[in-house]
């Protein structure tokens, strides 16, 4: 994908979380049950990096359930950070951080307090990054912040499966952009809360990120689908770093 692409999608995404962050955290009070199933797994002392944290509803339930290792969120939004410090319940045997920081703009994980994590999570995350070299190198990054054999979890939106999303899939001229300049499996949503918007979107397949755990030092640990209609909107995966 050419880099002037790239940026005009990111550019749309950044622009599309700042002007709906609202109406956006309005929809995200509460946790996808795959979600749930995976903190509920989660040792209380274990120390977290969160990527794409939002508006904090991770950092909440892990507040609620007496987690007490690191907990570090970041996002590219401050209005949703804003959302995730007036929503967190602060304890103090629960250290908590939020920075913000973009995915998208190489040294983001200089921001962090510590450079190893026993757990990285990506929930939702993965999809809105353009480009395979975009998502390798952020892959690439997070499992340096690992400590050996750490684990990342992630979740993508399979919203292919649903007929419903399918109908808010828009022809990328919306946006000045043709089908040819973008990747297979790239799509453009739309979003109908609080006025029209736009979101990038991109579809992973099982094949696809398979190569993509193994091109950034990763070997799949499970899969599994949750969440919405019929059970099978979220695909879920626990990766855990290869040692050499």
């Excluded at 007496?66 to 929503?87: Q, V």
């Excluded at 998208?104 to 190893?116: C, D, F, M």
């Excluded at 453009?188 to 193994?214: C, I, K, N, P, Q």
Aim: with cysteine.
């Amino acid at each position: 994908m050419d880099y002037s692409v790239i940026a005009q999608i990111l550019k749309l995404n950044k622009s599309f979380y700042q002007t709906f962050a609202e109406h956006f955290s309005a929809t995200r009070n509460r946790l996808q049950p795959g979600v749930q199933r995976i903190l509920d797994k989660i040792e209380p002392n274990t120390r977290i990096l969160d990527l794409g944290c939002g508006n904090g509803e991770v950092a909440h339930y892990l507040s609620r359930s007496g987690h007490h290792g690191l907990y570090t969120g970041i996002d590219m939004s401050a209005r949703l950070l804003e959302k995730a410090k007036e929503k967190i319940h602060l304890r103090e045997n629960f250290p908590v951080l939020f920075i913000q920081a973009d995915l998208s703009v190489p040294g983001w994980e200089l921001e962090l307090p510590t450079s190893e994590y026993d757990l990285i999570l990506a929930f939702a995350v993965l999809h809105h990054l353009p480009g395979k070299t975009l998502r390798r190198s952020v892959l690439a990054t997070a499992n340096k912040l690992l400590r050996p054999s750490g684990r990342f979890i992630h979740s993508e939106w399979q919203f292919l499966n649903s007929p419903r999303l399918r109908a808010r899939i828009q022809p990328w001229e919306r946006i000045g952009l043709r089908e040819d300049q973008v990747e297979n499996g790239d799509y453009l949503l739309d979003w109908r809360h609080g006025g029209l918007g736009y979101r990038y979107v991109h579809h992973f397949t099982l094949d696809e990120l398979s190569l993509l755990a193994e091109e950034t030092g990763f070997s799949i640990l499970e899969t599994f689908l949750c969440d919405g209609e019929g059970g099978k909107l979220g695909l879920y995966q626990i990766w855990e770093q290869d040692i050499d």
